[in-house]
């Protein structure tokens, strides 16, 4: 797993990494202690680039991920779904 980048939410319970390696999403609760954080979920996407940054919708309800072409072997056109 290679993690690029990085967000919470606004209360700083919940802690969304893009793992760009996998094109995965990892969702980990960090509200009892941010050291120790918990696993809750791992998404992976159906893409064949790299996920690359991400973010919150303003009501949280929805996560926005970017993924690009990020290998000459991905033909042009499909780094994304």
Not at 10 to 17: D, E, F, K, Q, T
Not at 33 to 39: G, L, S
Request: proline content about 4%.
């Amino acid at each position: 797993m290679v993690v690029c980048w990085l967000t919470t939410n606004r209360r700083g319970s919940l802690l969304y990494a893009s793992n760009t390696a996998d094109s995965t999403i990892t969702v980990y609760e960090i509200a009892s202690d941010p050291r120790a954080q918990r696993e809750l979920q791992k998404l992976s996407l159906r893409s064949h680039g790299g996920t690359y940054q991400l973010a919150l919708s303003p009501d949280e309800r929805n996560l926005v991920v970017v993924s690009q072409r990020f290998e000459s072997k991905i033909p042009l056109g499909v780094g994304w779904q």
